[in-house]
């Protein structure tokens, strides 16, 4: 992992304040990504992400609170088209996975997101600024709309 963010592409995504590593207790990562800005709306958001089998296996990762270094409620998860559904506000797996084809836990139970998402489909060839640049790419997204 020390590879991974020693990486010139997320180096570039921290040196471009799109993300940054708050900590790191192997295998857990809690990462910080820049929002867009929205009235009333964080300036960033967390992840907790779980690198377990990195990075052969995909992560998964969970809307984090870096304040109470816990799991986000869902009335303070990002709004929008479609980083709503990736930060899903339902009963998704406990909270504990984003909806995305990027995502360990999401991936398992949609095996047609292969065939219809390779370019969002995590393989041992991705590194973690693939996922964060993901993130990053949806909380910056016209259709994001804040809290």
Known sequence: MSAALEAAGFQSGVDGGRWRLVKLEWPIGIFAVSAAERPNSPSEFGLRVDLTGYPQQAPTSAPWDLDL???????????????????????????????????????????????????????????????????????????????
């Open 69 to 147: 270094d816990a799991a986000l409620p869902p009335a303070q998860r990002p709004k929008g088209d479609r980083v709503g559904k990736v930060f899903y506000n339902g009963n998704w797996d406990e909270d504990l996975a984003l909806y995305a084809p990027w995502d360990r836990k999401a991936l398992k139970g949609h095996a047609t997101w292969r065939d219809r998402h390779p370019e969002d489909v995590w393989h041992p060839g991705r590194d973690i600024a693939f996922l964060l640049g993901r993130v990053h790419e949806l909380l910056n997204a016209d259709d994001y709309a804040g809290i």
